[in-house]
Each structure stands twice: as structure tokens, then as C-alpha cells.
């Protein structure tokens, strides 16, 4: 059962680390505020409904703007260009980094859902061994949704460059 305790807190540890190294910006990316404002209009601010990442996160936009004048950049002076044999792979991986976040919230919810039932075992060793199960099971469930997020982020930075 150590052991077992042990490997879990590896992997966490590791997707701890995998998320530092994925998720913190270089000072080379830093990018500049006419930048930052022009990628919150095309909406590849990485927040789309609820926070999920947007279909078209990985294809690049162009901005043309059809009032020059407008502040904040307006999000119909965006422009996708979508061509299916060379983009169809970019917006899969975006699709599939939805699908695994989503799958992450799934597994929070049954570490609730364990919580909930340990609280109401009442002391009965069965429940509580199935209450314990559910936890570890979720967790396991939502360090693998971690990693595999990190990994489709890796994999899509090095694809669009």
C-alpha cells in the first residue's frame, strides 16, 4: 500500500513539473499589449466558454481591421483561415485538449463524490473501502487528464511553431 502511495505522489509530482515547464511564458514570449489585445480579439487568449480552450486555439488568425480606430480590436475584424489537409490535425488537438479538461472536471467531481460518500459511511468498513476507492481512482483519473493536457500543449507548440 506504500508503494503504491508512493508511485501516486511520483506522478503527481511529475505533472507538477511537466505543468511549470508547459505553462510558464520565457521572457521571449513575452508578448507586447497591441499583441496580447489583437490575440484577445481573435479569442486566442486561451479562454473560451467556461475557461475551455477555443476549436481554432492552435490555427493562426489574421487581424484586419475594417475601423483602424476601434479600441479595443473588435472580434469580427478576425479573420481564420482554414485549409482541411493542413489545419485539420492543429484543431483536433484542440478538440481533444477540450475533451481531456473536461475529463478533469469529471474526475474532481468523483473526488467529491467519494468525499461525499466516506462522510456518510458511517463507519462501515465496505463503504469506506469503496469511498477510499472512488478518491484514489479519481485522483489517478485526473493526474492522467493533467499529464495528457500538458503533453497535447507540448506537442501543439511544436507543431505551430
Known sequence: MKIKHMLLALVLLGNLLVAVVVFTPSSAQAATSAQTATQEACGKSGA???GFPTWYKYLNPTFDPGDPTAT???PEDCKIS?????DIGKVLLAVFEIILRVGGLVAVGF????GFEYIISQGEPD???GARSTILNA??????AVSATAIVNLIAG???G
Do not use: E, Y
Open 48 to 50: 473560451g466558454f467556461l
Open 72 to 74: 479595443p480590436p473588435r
Open 82 to 86: 482554414f485549409d482541411l489537409q493542413k
Open 111 to 114: 473526488v467529491i463524490f467519494g
Open 127 to 129: 463503504r469506506i473501502k
Open 139 to 144: 485522483v489517478i483519473g485526473l493526474a492522467i
Open 158 to 160: 511544436t507543431i505551430t
